[in-house]
């Protein structure tokens, strides 16, 4: 789960991380009320749920209350385009007006875990403002890494290590440290996926503060944060996701137009591989579970028809736990629901009770593209599809 930057600095200040003054608004007179109070000159930021904002023309320095007001107004409800939202772009409906601070340095630090190592790690740059994946492609060696035990937490000698790379000393050492364990902590105790702040800013007096923050959480351990869960903004998120989420589906929205529904994660990636090798391109990724139950099959299935960009689906079962002939009747139930489905369905099914389940299809009023392996499935939902 993502939350908003402004929501991530009320987290973090909560574990000691300093952050600019600042409110937020959805009216752009009140901005202009909270740019008075910061003392005139302050940023007006865009919140959404995606990075480089400031690429895309959604973070503005004003230089008045005046100011703010107008690039508030300019800001609030456009289509935000930037790296990370695609073509489409985010409409933007909050912003966070913050004061504006003395820049000196600018870097990069973050806590994520390492699923090689088995542990969080540290990454800290010099290249702040930077996307890290920008300064990982260029500069791989300008990454500094420090791995911690969960239990312990960051070590003092960790985060000296840490301070040193990035060339910090005397009190503004002292202060990111004592900023990097809040943060290592932040990370551990939310049970985070990813705890951003980019740019780590150094001011003109030594003073170190998170400019700028992102957290994502693990979906799977919000029972245990409550008032992490309520930061959730359904309207950040896709449509169908949401919908996905409500039924216990994993469901993520992609570019493509040919749907998938498979069961089991692995079987999943390589249905959309497959695909991309025949030259099509998935709509999504879809796995409704190596048990699947029919009721769970024809919720998903009514998902992936319902988004406009796909122009065929491509189920591929193998029946281990889940059997075949359920997810057919799935299926089936999901067409005779909806009724009026003009997309060609291409259905690949191996396993327990397989011929019951081609029973199933053969004998159902809608006319199934049935396949007989992965690539003759693939090789047939992208001829289905319109491509090649």
């Keep these: 789960m993502k939350i908003h930057e402004y929501q991530a600095k009320e987290l973090l200040r909560r574990y000691g991380v300093k952050t600019p003054r600042g409110k937020t608004t959805e009216d752009a007179a009140e901005a202009r009320a909270i740019a008075e109070e910061l003392g005139g000159r302050c940023v007006v930021k865009a919140q959404i749920h995606a990075g480089g904002r400031g690429k895309g023309g959604g973070v503005k320095l004003a230089a008045s209350p005046q100011e703010?007001?107008?690039?508030?107004?300019?800001?609030?409800?456009?289509?935000?385009?930037?790296?990370?939202?695609?073509?489409?772009?985010?409409?933007?409906?909050?912003l966070l007006i913050e004061e504006a601070v003395d820049i000196a340095r600018e870097l990069y630090l973050a806590v994520t875990l390492d699923r090689e190592a088995r542990q969080p790690v540290i990454m800290a740059s010099l290249a702040g403002g930077m996307d890290i994946e920008e300064v990982a492609e260029e500069d791989p060696e300008a990454i500094i890494r420090q791995h911690f035990d969960p239990h312990l937490g960051l070590l003092p000698f960790q985060a000296r290590?840490?301070?040193?790379?990035?060339?910090?000393?005397?009190?503004?050492?002292?202060?990111?440290?004592?900023?990097?364990?809040?943060?290592?902590?932040?990370?551990?105790?939310?049970?985070?996926?990813?705890?951003?702040?980019?740019?780590?800013?150094?001011?003109?007096s030594g003073d170190v503060l998170a400019l700028d923050a992102k957290m994502n959480f693990d979906d799977n351990a919000l029972f245990r944060h409550r008032d992490i869960a309520d930061m959730r903004d359904l309207e950040e998120e896709n449509p169908l996701e949401v919908r996905a989420s409500e039924f216990g589906l994993n469901y993520i929205k992609l570019d493509g137009n040919i749907a998938c529904m498979v069961n089991g994660a692995g079987l999943a990636m390589a249905t959309m591989d497959i695909i991309k090798l025949y030259g099509g391109a998935p709509a999504n990724f879809l796995d409704v579970g190596g048990s699947a139950s029919q009721e769970a099959v024809k919720n998903a299935f009514q998902i992936l028809v319902e988004d406009p960009s796909v122009k065929a689906v491509l189920i591929n079962i193998?029946?281990?736990?889940?059997?075949?002939?359920?997810?057919?009747?799935?299926?089936?139930?999901?067409?005779?629901?909806?009724?009026?489905?003009?997309?060609?369905?291409?259905?690949?099914?191996?396993?327990?009770?397989?011929?019951?389940?081609?029973?199933?299809?053969?004998e159902a009023d809608f006319e199934f593209v049935v396949a007989t392996d992965m690539d003759d499935a693939a090789n047939k939902a992208v001829a289905a599809a319109g491509g090649a």
């Design 68 to 94: 703010a007001e107008t690039l508030a107004g300019q800001i609030l409800g456009m289509q935000l385009i930037t790296p990370q939202t695609g073509a489409e772009g985010q409409t933007v409906r909050k």
């Design 161 to 204: 290590a840490v301070t040193g790379g990035l060339g910090l000393e005397g009190g503004t050492a002292r202060q990111a440290q004592k900023l990097l364990a809040a943060l290592a902590k932040a990370f551990v105790e939310t049970d985070a996926s990813l705890a951003e702040i980019n740019p780590l800013l150094i001011t003109g």
């Design 318 to 362: 193998f029946g281990g736990i889940a059997r075949t002939d359920r997810i057919a009747r799935g299926v089936v139930g999901a067409l005779e629901e909806l009724g009026d489905v003009t997309l060609p369905v291409v259905v690949r099914l191996e396993g327990t009770n397989v011929e019951q389940g081609r029973a199933i299809l053969q």
